[in-house]
Nanobody
Framework: QVHLAESGGGSVQPGGSLRLSCTAS???????MGWYRQATGKEREGVAV????????FYSDSVKGRFTISQDTDKNAIYLQMNSLKPEDGAMYYC????????????????????WGQGTQVTVSS
């Protein structure tokens, strides 16, 4: 069983930046991994996904150009660099993973992932 652990959340003013980290307890090569978020009272939504073996990345329209997902297979980790943060970006952010390549070249449904972290809270307010 692979465990995912997120870190890096916090409070930031609008326009600020945060970098989230997700470390896996096992080997992430040949996996599909992503960042998802869930605000209070809303459904969980995809933010960014990376196909580890070839580095292809996919972003939701709401974060494209502001967020960057990256990977470090030596550390079994993925990251989410979030710039130009907006109040609507505030949510619990979750790391997700599944074995094998990403089945589609797009943001996957949360139900398609088999492993989840506990989440890290991001608050954006002045």
């Amino acid at each position: 069983q692979v465990h995912l652990a997120e870190s890096g959340g916090g409070s930031v003013q609008p326009g600020g930046s945060l970098r989230l980290s997700c470390t896996a307890s096992g080997y992430i090569y040949n996996s599909c991994m992503g960042w998802y978020r869930q605000a209070t009272g809303k459904e969980r939504e995809g933010v960014a996904v990376v196909n580890i073996v070839d580095g292809r990345t996919f972003y939701s329209d709401s974060v494209k150009g502001r967020f960057t997902i990256s990977q470090d297979t030596d550390k079994n980790a993925i990251y989410l660099q979030m710039n130009s943060l907006k109040p609507e970006d505030g949510a619990m952010y979750y790391c997700a993973g599944l074995r094998g390549t990403c089945p589609r070249s797009t943001i996957l449904l949360p139900s398609e992932f088999t492993h989840w972290g506990q989440g890290t809270q991001v608050t954006v307010s002045s």
